[in-house]
């Protein structure tokens, strides 16, 4: 049977869950605090600062999840430096390896960024800092932002074409995790972005354009579900067994609820913005959770 593989399960622990969920959130919040520094207009611009604030500090977390989760964290620095020699190695048919490096050299776009933005925002008053903001408002600025949120999306949807490659039951039944895992961790940056832009008054004014934003995030998020399912054909049933029916209720309500609440109706209008923003969070959360752990059952 196609959907029937004879492999070892990756047999991963819960630090991997927060490795995927949060990824996720530093790619896309990096890849919409430079849509708003580019595309928005002058009052987007609070709000783009807020999304690169937000990508740095969560994509910090996210090698120290990966080397928790190895087991042996020490060697974490054997996927990018030869051990023998020294000298930096990279494996471009290595998934791996690819992942590694991109977390590194995007780490590298974010910290850059996240320090621009306090520049901006008034919190690093400093002439280095001053010089790093002018040199990041040209041509040479928007280069960087184009080329960090590449690096960035990389990161977002790099987690589903991780298990995708593998031989593992559901992973490699489907062509859809790189795209569902994309759509849905940026789904969760604008949840996050959004929470944080309310609590800035002069950053507010994004609040509907990133609405706006997550409606289609949302919108292609239950397109690739449906196809998810579809794909999987008779592999379906392992994912559908037991407790993961519940773990599938929380995926939907963290695309429904917010989705209904985006259209405005009636009874949406006195929704505090906190509260689709967390629906979407703990969606995406459950998503990563049943497609990661269902499979390794």
């Known amino acids: 049977m196609p959907g029937e593989h004879f ?8 630090w991997i869950l927060g490795y995927f969920f949060l990824a996720g959130i530093a790619g896309g919040s990096y890849a919409l605090g430079t849509m708003l520094r580019l595309v928005g207009d002058r009052r987007d611009q609070p709000a783009a600062r807020v999304a690169f604030l937000i990508a740095f500090p969560v994509l910090v977390v996210c090698p120290i999840l990966l080397t928790v989760d190895l087991g042996q964290p020490f060697r974490f620095w054997h996927m990018l430096i030869d051990s023998s020699s020294g000298v930096p190695v990279f494996k471009y048919w ?24 306090l520049v901006l925002d008034g919190r690093i008053r400093h002439p280095l800092g001053n010089r790093l903001a002018r040199a990041l408002s040209g041509i040479f600025g928007r280069l960087f932002l184009v080329v960090g949120t590449l690096l960035g999306l990389f990161v977002a949807g790099y987690t589903g074409v991780l298990l995708s490659v593998s031989n593992q039951p559901v992973w490699s039944d489907t062509w859809t995790l790189c795209g569902l895992f994309f759509v849905s961790g940026l789904s969760a940056a604008t949840a996050v972005i959004g929470i944080w832009v309310w609590r800035r008054r002069d950053a507010r004014v994004t ?3 990133l609405s706006e934003a997550d409606r289609y995030f949302v919108i292609m998020e239950l ?10 054909g008779s592999v379906v049933s392992k994912i559908l ?11 939907l309500a963290g695309a429904l609820v917010p ?3 985006h259209f405005r109706p009636a009874w949406a209008r006195q ?3 906190l509260v689709p923003a967390v629906f979407a969070l703990v969606g995406v959360l459950a998503l990563r959770a049943v497609i990661i752990f269902s499979a390794q059952s």
């Open 271 to 273: 929704v505090p913005p």
């Open 94 to 117: 290595s998934p791996m390896s690819l992942g590694a490096w991109a977390l590194t050299v995007f780490g590298i776009f974010a910290f850059v960024s996240f320090v621009e933005a």
């Open 259 to 261: 989705l209904a609440v």
């Open 241 to 251: 067994s037991g407790g993961w029916l519940l773990l599938w209720l929380l995926v």
């Open 7 to 14: 492999t070892v399960a990756p047999h991963w622990e819960w």
């Open 223 to 232: 397109v690739l579900l449906a196809l998810f399912f579809i794909t999987l």
């Open 207 to 209: 609040t509907e354009k």
